[in-house]
């Protein structure tokens, strides 16, 4: 039965520049999406971007929090980045009327 499916064909080795591995390392770190939601927008797979994660240098990230703590982190982070787009599109809101009254 096994000897009648087509073999899947090795996926071809690709190159990536530094840049767009810190791209992708960034968004996996933001927390927006997980690790397997990146990799499949992107066309990565999952153990290539796994190993970026390991390689990069994310001392900013604390080593010792369990995994609550982590995705507490996480959604804080999530939450903190909206609140700046919210706060920069008020901005420009209220630039724009402010032309408007003029």
Do not use: Y
């Amino acid at each position: 039965m096994m000897e009648n499916m087509p073999k899947k064909k090795p996926r071809q080795r690709r190159q990536f520049t530094a840049d767009f591995k810190a791209e992708i390392v960034e968004l996996c770190l933001r927390g927006d999406r997980s690790v397997p939601d990146v990799c499949k927008d992107f066309d990565l797979t999952e153990s290539a971007v796994r190993l970026w994660l390991a390689q990069s240098d994310d001392s900013h990230q604390p080593k010792d929090l369990d995994r609550d703590e982590r995705d507490e982190l996480a959604q804080l982070r999530r939450e903190n980045r909206r609140l700046r787009e919210d706060i920069e599109i008020l901005k420009r809101a209220t630039a724009f009327f402010a032309r408007g009254t003029r």
